[in-house]
């Protein structure tokens, strides 16, 4: 069991901006468990993390799947003082607009983006109210702030994960819980490879940008850092942005 370090979860700690949460978060002196599709990656990460570092496969849209993924985490590390449910789909070429969105394509992203956050955040919460303590830290977008063209399911659920956010901040302040949210601009990840790694397109996103570049994941991470630290004690309920000024324009 964890006695001194403090244990936070990271969903999709496999890639992107949740591998380099689970590495900075290590870094600052948590212990971790990481949570993900991808198993064999999750156990990387996590072992990369630390010797106690808990990588398992884990489906945060499938309750059974989280329930035995946080039962395991209890058994294994202790109570999670921070959860970042940072996992996330766009839902791929088929999720554009909502004429066009198969039924299908927005109940997948819907069930990552928001039925998983719901339901991890569920799983920490009755340990989280008997110790009076703990962060649910939520990777929602700009995408929850403005809408991102041709991708209403993504842009709808963001906006729901940033709403989630407040749900969780008013229910439970005065329970000692807090909550809240990261909102990325565009970060340079596996997710949007297939748009930063075509230099016609880089350059049409980065036109966009005030900063006239996207984001680091790492850059990302610190923010999720600094939430998780103990600074900043009496934010909750906000959503903070990161985006090189994008949603300024
Ligand atoms: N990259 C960006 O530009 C950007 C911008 C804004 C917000 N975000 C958000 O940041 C988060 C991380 O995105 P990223 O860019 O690092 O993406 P990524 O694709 O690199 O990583 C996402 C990880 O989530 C895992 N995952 C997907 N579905 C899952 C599920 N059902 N259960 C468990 N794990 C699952 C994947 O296996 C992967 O390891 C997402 O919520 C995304 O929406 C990303």
């Avoid at 403005?146 to 329970?175: E, H, N, Q």
Wanted: glycine letters at 10%; proline letters at 4%.
């Amino acid at each position: 069991m964890t006695a001194t370090r403090k244990l936070a979860v990271v969903t999709g700690g496999a890639s992107g901006i949740g591998r380099a949460t689970v590495e900075r978060l290590a870094a600052d002196g948590f212990a971790l468990a990481v949570l993900d599709l991808d198993g064999d990656e999750a156990v990387r990460a996590a072992k990369a993390a630390g010797d106690d570092g808990l990588g398992l496969a884990a489906d945060v849209s499938d309750e059974g799947s989280v329930e035995r993924a946080f039962a395991r985490i209890l058994a294994e590390l202790g109570p999670v003082d921070v959860l970042v449910n940072n996992a996330g789909i766009t839902g791929g070429p088929a999720a554009t607009t909502c004429h066009e969105t198969p039924v299908e394509a927005w109940d997948q992203v819907f069930g990552v983006n928001v039925r998983g956050p719901f339901l991890c955040t569920r799983a920490v919460l009755p340990v989280m109210l008997e110790r009076r303590s703990g962060h649910v830290i939520t990777v929602a977008s700009a995408a929850g702030m403005i809408a991102f063209p041709g991708r209403c399911a993504y842009t709808a659920s963001k906006g729901a994960a940033v709403m989630f956010t407040k749900s969780l901040a008013v229910d439970y302040a005065a329970s000692g819980i807090r909550a809240n949210a990261v909102c990325p601009g565009m970060a340079e990840t596996p997710m949007t490879s297939w748009r930063l790694d075509v230099p016609e397109l880089r350059a049409r996103v980065q036109a966009g940008i005030p900063m006239g570049r996207v984001a680091q994941p790492e850059e990302i991470a610190d923010a999720i850092a600094l939430l998780a630290s103990d600074h900043l004690a009496y934010m909750t309920g906000h959503a903070l942005v990161l985006d090189g000024g994008w949603t300024a324009l």
